[in-house]
Structures are given as structure tokens and as C-alpha cells.
């Protein structure tokens, strides 16, 4: 089938916008528009109007969670994904690759022996949002949502705070920008 395409170029790059036949899962006769930088496409929409992008940043992280006496940062024991590798699992530190809204979650299963803890978000180093269990309850599930606007550069990291004298909790975590 035929491709049609333009070209536009700027001192460093070659921007293609071309109209070709690129299916989705699921649509494996669509027409797309689709956007590239060189030979990496960055961008598509089909005739329906699904978007796909390639590279939306997005993670998914599981942690350790040995209970501790002071606030710590959350160690990542396996990753599920990373769109684009904004998450840095050595320091469990996402940083923002643009300006934009950014949705981030965590969720831990606290056992029954730990009466006391809470997951946060740090903003740049800063405590921005923070999710407690005061509870006896077994295995009460904290979780901690939040939809932040970030600025490129800035940084998120996911901590944990448990009373050393109890039993250990599991967390999972993760996050995405948000259109």
C-alpha cells in the first residue's frame, strides 16, 4: 500500500509525518498518522482516533519492606516495567523526563504485628504526600495515590517508615504521566 509522507528539517533533525498502514492490537487493518524523529516513531493515531505512543513513561516496582526504626527510601527487589527508564531502581528515584501531570501510587500489606507505619512520596527531597496504618488489624493494606504536577528534573522518591520491633510489610509501587 502506498505511504505517503512530508518532511520537515531543522538544523539537528528530520521530522517525518507520514500516513501509512500500521495496525494496533487488536486493529490490524488501521490506517495510522503517525509522527517520527528519523527512524523512531514517536507518535500515531488511527482512523478511530486511538493514540499510540511508545514512550509514555510509566513504572512498576515491587519493594522490600524490613521493618525499620527511621524513614527510609523503599529498596526495589524486582521491576514489572519501565517506560524509558525514568525510574532508577539503584536509588528507587523517578525523575521526570518533561513537564507535565504525573500519577503515582503505592499500596503495602502491612502483617499483622506491625501496629504502626506509612509509605510516602518525597517531592525533590521533600515529603509531599503520605498514607498511615494505625491499626492492629491483619494485614491492613495502606495505599497512597497522588496526581502531581511535575516539573522536568524533578524527582520522586517512595519511603517507608515501620516500627523495628514488628513483623515486615510488602509494597508495590509505580507511576505515570498523565494526559
Given at each position: 500500500m502506498p505511504t505517503t509522507e512530508l518532511?520537515?528539517?531543522?538544523?539537528n533533525h528530520t521530522w517525518t509525518i507520514k500516513a501509512e498502514d500500521a495496525g494496533y492490537t487488536g486493529y490490524p487493518n488501521s490506517g495510522q498518522l503517525s509522527f517520527y524523529n528519523g527512524a523512531n516513531k514517536l507518535w500515531g493515531l488511527n482512523e478511530s482516533g486511538?493514540?499510540?505512543?511508545?514512550?509514555?513513561?510509566?513504572?512498576?516496582?515491587?519493594?522490600?519492606?524490613?521493618?525499620?526504626?527511621?524513614?527510609?527510601t523503599c529498596v526495589v527487589i524486582s521491576t514489572e516495567y519501565n517506560n524509558g527508564n525514568h525510574f532508577n531502581t539503584t536509588n528507587s528515584t523517578f525523575t521526570a523526563p518533561i513537564e507535565g501531570y504525573y500519577h503515582f501510587f503505592s499500596y503495602s500489606n502491612f502483617n499483622s504485628s506491625v501496629s504502626v507505619g506509612y509509605l510516602a512520596l518525597n517531592r525533590n527531597g521533600t515529603r509531599s504526600t503520605i498514607a498511615?496504618?494505625?491499626?492492629?488489624d491483619s494485614w491492613h493494606c495502606v495505599t497512597l495515590t497522588d496526581l502531581l504536577k511535575l516539573n522536568a528534573g524533578?524527582?520522586?522518591q517512595f519511603r517507608?517508615?515501620?516500627?523495628?520491633?514488628?513483623?515486615?510489610?510488602w509494597f508495590y509501587g509505580g507511576g505515570c504521566l498523565s494526559w
Open positions: 518532511n520537515f528539517k531543522s538544523t486511538w493514540i499510540q505512543n511508545s514512550n509514555i513513561p510509566a513504572f512498576r516496582v515491587n519493594f522490600s519492606g524490613a521493618p525499620i526504626s527511621t524513614e527510609t498511615y496504618k494505625n491499626s492492629s524533578d524527582t520522586i517507608y517508615y515501620g516500627d523495628p520491633d514488628q513483623g515486615t510489610a
